[in-house]
């Protein structure tokens, strides 16, 4: 079976390359997810990329991952057996990670592991940025590598992938 790796962006991440350069560079979110899809690719496996500037998207998008949620294909039958899982999600949420409940139950609700990724150090940012909701349930954290941390986690991410399949 098709293995995959869901990465996800939430809240203006889609501004990657033109917001605050100073602070998240100028690599656009478009670089970032072609280089994940080839980095994925390489180890043999399927990355598929979301973005959105909405919290219930994203909870829908994470619900569709395990083929849960309102968008998800109906699953009878042979096909269903055949329909590829994601297995490990990778995901910036932006400014949800502060703030969204939301986000954490869907990722706890789903069980698919995930890796937290944040282009900045958000321990050494304004005191509301410390706190992650999503932090305590990781499978591993990255923050403050620039977008080279999209890198290091879907590394990762890759390499979970490939023990699932016993490689
Ligand atoms: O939107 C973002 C991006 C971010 O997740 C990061 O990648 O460094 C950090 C968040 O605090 C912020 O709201």
């Given at each position: ?10 809240p203006?991440?889609n ?6 350069p100073?602070i ?10 072609e ?27 994470i ?13 009878d ?48 940012r ?6 992650s909701h ?10 403050g ?23």
């Open positions: 079976m098709t293995r995959r790796i869901l990465l996800i962006n939430g203006n991440l501004l990657l390359g033109r917001r605050e100073h998240y560079g100028k690599t656009t979110l478009a670089e970032v997810e280089q994940a899809r080839s980095q994925a690719a390489s180890h043999g496996v399927e990355l598929e990329t979301f973005q959105s500037n909405h919290e219930g998207a994203i909870v829908d998008r619900q569709e991952a395990a083929g849960w949620g309102p968008n998800a294909a109906p699953k039958g042979a096909a269903a057996q055949e329909q590829p899982k994601v297995s490990v999600i990778v995901i910036n949420p932006g400014a949800l990670t502060h703030t969204s409940v939301a986000v954490r139950d869907a990722l706890l609700g789903v069980d698919i592991p995930f890796v937290e990724v944040h282009v900045s150090n958000i321990h050494a304004e005191p509301f940025r410390n706190h999503l932090s305590d349930k990781a499978a591993a954290v990255v923050c590598m620039g977008v080279y941390g999209y890198t290091a986690a879907v590394e990762f991410a890759a390499r979970h992938v490939r023990a699932e399949d016993g490689k």
